[in-house]
């Protein structure tokens, strides 16, 4: 994995589960990261087959790096966050010179605290 510009990776891998087949489905795709949370750009928005599954199931599984981790995926509304959306948009376009698409945050769950029976 080729780091981008500042040593961050250039890709995180999500993996979704499908809509219909309700099977793991990964993707390889372009990330900026911002107050522990991951942005991502959806080229082809709604029509993005791993929008439409995070839609339906938020939990997914981001890979980036060495690092594993459990997230809730949701997409950011435009009108309501409009800052948010400004600013995932310039970053992806900074780093890679693409930003324009519907933006999806990721945010990672804590690890479960329950402790195993005794």
Known sequence: MTPAAGGEPEFLYLTTTGRVSGLPREIEIWFTERAGRFH???EHGENAQWVRNLRVDSA???RVGDRRLAARARVVDASAECRLWADVRAR???KYGWGDGLVVELTPTPPSSASPPS
């Open 40 to 42: 991502l750009v959806a």
């Open 60 to 62: 997914v599984s981001v």
């Open 92 to 94: 992806a376009e900074a």
